[in-house]
């Protein structure tokens, strides 16, 4: 079987992307990272991608004349390069529905919170797990779940449940469930790649 090819969208420093590699070459991930897309130039995922040969791509809007413009270039160099699939990885943007359209249930999100719980505008990062401990919660953990037009929406396909433990802050809680998150990410894209979840 032919690995999958696979674009990643980053925002920050790319511990999932890198988490994402790693599998890939480990052999535990039916798909090679093969184009890295970031909302902003300064995301050290960049670096990441580039040490290893990775293409990069720094995607702003704000060097196209108008949203479509910006949409119908990303979409060709998707498709120039021949992906099948795309992993957001802490990407902060929302993606146009004219991607989704294009690759309809082939491109995933993890989010560091149990979805449908502190999901959507906002909700990402710290300000999860700050939510979380406000709202006195006794687990938490990261959702992995099918990206649709809305924030933190669509079907859910794995999550993994994170205790709260006492005395715990945003940092303490996040670090746990970023272990979480590298762990179920790419078991889950594995998972989406192989035809194992029924998507009706």
Do not use: C
């Not at 991930?29 to 050290?44: P, R, Y």
């Not at 990441?48 to 413009?69: D, H």
């Amino acid at each position: 079987m032919n690995k999958a090819r696979l674009a990643v969208f980053i925002s920050g420093g790319g511990t999932g992307l890198q988490a994402i590699i790693d599998a890939s070459k480990r052999g535990d991930l039916s798909a090679d990272v093969v184009w890295v897309v970031s909302s902003t130039g300064k995301a050290f995922g960049l670096e990441r991608a580039k040490n290893i040969g990775i293409e990069t791509f720094v995607f702003l809007g704000s060097k196209y004349m108008n949203q479509r413009e910006a949409t119908a270039d990303l979409l060709a160099k998707l498709r120039e390069r021949k992906i099948d699939y795309i992993a957001l990885a802490g990407y902060l943007k929302l993606l146009a529905p004219e991607i989704i359209r294009a690759y309809p249930k082939r491109i995933v999100n993890i989010h560091p919170g149990l979805l449908p719980k502190y999901g959507g505008p906002g909700m990402y990062g710290h300000f999860v797990h700050e939510a979380v401990l406000a709202a006195g919660e006794k687990e938490s953990g990261p959702s992995v779940h099918i990206v649709d037009e809305i924030y933190d929406h669509g079907r859910i396909l794995e999550q993994v449940r994170v205790p709260v433990l006492p005395g715990d802050t945003p940092d303490t809680l996040a670090a746990r469930v970023l272990i979480e998150e590298h762990k179920l990410y790419p078991r889950v894209i594995d998972n989406l790649i192989k035809g194992k979840y029924d998507l009706g």
